[in-house]
């Protein structure tokens, strides 16, 4: 073989051996290197055998170098290794890695010296920035080994301020654009760098700059990757602040909802019988005959001793009727001075007489279209009945001082607690009077002769005063509801209001109100003192039936509705009570009365 063709077979082996390595990238194929060069060596020259041996071991140290860089993904340490290698690999002095910042100003980045420190720490670098900025321009290499009299840098002043001599600088190159340069120089030495130390610094400049951009790649994916999970845990806090808003405004609209709906309750419930509490015959029988009143114009009477709810009674006719949308005036007649009686129902005229400075409607203008109830009508003087008498029959006002007559359409409701049609019988009250306002009648029983509606209008004031003060709501233990049950409660229901009031009130903190919370004189009233003596004369047998149905009633209440045990406590058979409870007609709860009694008291008030 020819020395020409061993020397490129020699070559291409070689090449071989470099591809093996490059691909294996390790060092393991040195020694197969090694054996190639060995069986070529008779066509090869010594030099030649040494300069391809020094060429594939700088190979390595360029795949080692590469390995190295490449493997390095922080930005910062990448620049800190490319310069060190630079420095190691290459005989220099000063070390310099520049990037180009955004503006395009050059940024010294990292610095090394011989002793792997910075050589001008604290100064701005005392290199050639003209060499510098020209390669990157040129995007080529720049190599001199005596600056100070090289002619192509005779105008850069650094160059000659600085002395500088034997100086190195390649860009560094990611395609086509140049993102910096590594700058190397020898200052006191002349001759220093060779055209192989210009390649390697190329080499490793291209590497580098490969993986600056894949580090900057990974520093702007972390940076993209914190921004990214910043803004979800923004969005996260402003879910959850959402969250919370909706759910507050979720909560403060079922508030709304749930007072709307108690206003809503209460508007529809106001003036309807759901505001007249109690079960009992005597109240239902009031509750039948409301049915049939309220949807005409008849005048109502109510009658029933005070606080019995003759107001409550007048204004569940109106707010149910026909007339519910407009005026309900109610007015206390007995509360009525004789000389003012006619401007109040009336009206005036301004000038009728001292005092009258302006026009004024009555009581009789201002319910016009809606209801007039006059309370306290047993208490009205004959002249003033009269009075009233005139305007319920034509149904016309003339304001006092006034000349004009006005047609009114006024629906009256009147009650007293007196009994009227006795007040006829005195010559105290016009006949022709009560009769015009006794269309119908409605008789309000008192509390004491429907002590079975007691717990429950007692349960009712609790509610309304814990809804009211917005404390929770309490519950009479059993003795102190007896104990209510037991009272004759003169004044009716108003008086039982007031103590339950009381109670609510005094029994603070505790959720249980026991007996020894009730007034004194409603806890000691004894069953004896409880029972009434009638006024007028009544015949004995009935009076005391009277009474034993009552205390049936209430030991029916105190023990529950236990038959057995209300008898025991009554001295009965179980049995002897079942026939009076049926006599009576007393349900187990004390309440509810029916058949016969039903129907006799239904005709009481009709
Ligand atoms: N059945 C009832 N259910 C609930 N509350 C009632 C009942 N009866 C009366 N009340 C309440 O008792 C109080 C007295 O009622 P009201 O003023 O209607 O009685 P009255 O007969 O007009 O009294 P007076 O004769 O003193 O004018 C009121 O607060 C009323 O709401
Ligand atoms: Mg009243």
């Given at each position: ?277 109690g079960r009992s015959e005597p109240l239902q029988r009031v509750f039948r005959l ?160 429907r ?141 509810e009365v029916?058949?016969?009694?039903k129907?006799?008291a239904e005709?009481?008030?009709?």
């Open positions: 073989m020819a020395r020409d063709d061993k020397t490129k077979r020699a070559e291409e082996e070689l090449r071989l051996a470099r591809l093996l390595h490059r691909r294996a990238e390790s060092r393991s194929d040195t020694e197969e290197v090694r054996r190639i060069l060995r069986r070529n060596a008779k066509s090869l020259t010594p030099e030649y055998i040494e300069r391809l041996w020094q060429e594939y071991n700088d190979l390595l140290r360029l795949l080692e170098i590469n390995l190295d860089i490449s493997a390095e993904h922080n930005l910062s340490k990448l620049l800190d290794k490319s310069i060190d290698t630079v420095i190691e690999v290459i005989n220099a002095e000063r070390g310099y890695l520049i990037l180009l910042d955004r503006k395009g100003d050059l940024r010294f980045e990292v610095a090394r010296g011989i002793d792997h420190r910075e050589p001008d720490a604290g100064l701005p670098p005392a290199i050639s920035r003209s060499i510098t900025r020209r390669t990157i321009e040129t995007g080529r290499a720049v190599i001199t080994n005596n600056a100070e009299e090289d002619a192509r840098f005779a105008d850069f002043a650094s160059v000659q301020d600085f002395q500088l001599r034997s100086i190195m600088c390649a860009p560094l190159k990611i395609k086509e654009d140049i993102i910096g340069a590594l700058y190397v120089d020898n200052r006191s030495i002349k001759g220093n760098f060779s055209q192989k130390d210009l390649d390697l610094l190329e080499t490793i400049c291209a590497q580098a700059a490969i993986a600056i951009e894949n580090a900057q790649l990974v520093e702007d994916n972390l940076k993209q990757q914190r921004k990214l999970l910043a803004a979800k845990e923004e969005v996260e806090l402003l879910n959850k602040q959402l969250a919370e808003k909706v759910q507050r405004q979720s909560h403060e609209l079922a508030a709304v909802r749930r007072s709307l709906e108690r206003s809503q309750m209460c508007l529809e419930t106001k003036y309807n019988y759901d505001n007249i509490i409301l049915d049939r009143t309220t949807e005409t114009d008849v005048p109502v009477l109510i009658q029933g001793e005070s606080g019995t709810g003759k107001e409550l009674v007048a204004r569940a006719i109106h707010f149910n009727g026909p007339r519910k949308s407009h005026p309900f005036i109610s007015e206390n007649a007995s509360s009525i001075s004789e000389s003012l009686f006619e401007s109040e129902l009336f009206g005036h005229v301004k000038g009728a007489f001292t005092g009258a400075v302006s026009d004024r409607k009555g009581l009789f203008e201002l319910a016009d279209k809606g209801t007039l109830f006059l309370d306290e009508i047993g208490d009205l003087s004959m002249d003033m009945q009269s009075k009233l008498l005139r305007v319920i029959e034509n149904g016309e006002i003339r304001r006092v001082g006034g000349k004009d007559i006005h047609k009114v359409d006024v629906r009256i409701i009147t009650a007293t607690n007196k009994d009227p049609a006795a007040l006829v019988k005195q010559g105290l009250f016009r006949e022709d009077l009560y009769y015009r306002l006794n269309v119908v009648k409605i008789v309000l029983p008192p509390l004491r002769e002590r079975e509606d007691i717990p429950l209008l007692a349960e009712h004031f609790l509610k309304e005063h814990a809804e009211k003060t917005g404390t929770p709501l309490k519950a009479l233990s059993p003795e102190a509801s007896a104990a209510l049950a037991e009272y004759d409660w003169p004044g009716n229901v108003r008086e039982l209001e007031n103590e339950i009031c009381r109670l609510a009130v005094l029994s603070a903190s505790s959720p249980v109100i026991t007996p020894e919370f009730v007034s004194p004189h409603i806890r000691n009233a004894t069953p004896s003192s409880t029972v009434t003596i009638p006024e007028q004369p009544r015949n004995l047998h009935a009076t005391i039936e009277e009474i034993e149905k009552r205390i049936i009633v209430k030991t029916l209440n105190g023990c529950g509705g236990n038959k057995s045990k209300s008898a025991r406590i009554l001295g009965l058979s179980r049995d002897g009570l079942r026939k009076k409870m049926l006599r009576y007609g007393i349900n187990t709860t004390g309440g029916t058949g016969k009694d129907n006799n005709r009481e008030n009709e």
